[in-house]
């Protein structure tokens, strides 16, 4: 009877410890490349950011009665700024909106400063804008592709956490480990600039 005991003992031990061993670390790794990915949509936010007053410069040269979108640009440039986000934000829903709500305010006014654009023929034909637009462009796209890459991490580490084995051995090893948010873009973000003449 001993025996018995010591082998379904040993069966039903063995294969969890080997699943807690084998499945460690996979939660920290999974953590750390979503902070890696977020931190990449955060570069290019900054690269945009960085790019926006040479643009706003060079537009205002040629449409001196457009202030409001200049300002508006820079204003929403300075609430983006503002806001500081890091590692421990990914953990704070609030947050994470409060950042997305400033991005999506600071993409709207460049939707309407390129608007704005559309009236000066000049201004479109100009090489530092046309260089600068270029950029802007570049920028966009990688910030789209670090939204991606970003949401396909913390869907990774979310399945991580709410399947098995993982569960099982977040549940054991890594109590503090809880699913995160994704990125969501915000009402003004889906909808589509208006173009008038």
Known sequence: MKKILLILIVAIVVPIVYLIINNYNNVPKLDEDVKEKWSQVQNQYKRRADLIPNLVST????????????????????????????????????????????????????????????????????????????????TENRITVARKDFITSVKNYNIELRTMPGKLVAAIVHPSATVKETFKASAIEQEAPKVSF
Not at 62 to 78: D, L, M, Q
Not at 93 to 112: D, I, R, Y
């Open 59 to 138: 537009v205002k040269g040629y449409a001196e009665h457009e202030k409001s979108t200049f300002v508006e640009v820079t204003e929403a440039r300075s609430k983006v700024s503002q806001i500081n986000v890091n590692a421990d934000t990914l953990n704070n829903p609030a947050a994470m909106q409060q950042f997305s709500q400033a991005q999506a305010g600071l993409s709207s006014a460049l939707s309407k400063l390129m608007l704005v654009v559309e009236k000066y023929p000049d201004l479109k034909a100009n090489e530092n804008f046309m260089a600068l637009q270029s950029q802007l462009e570049g």
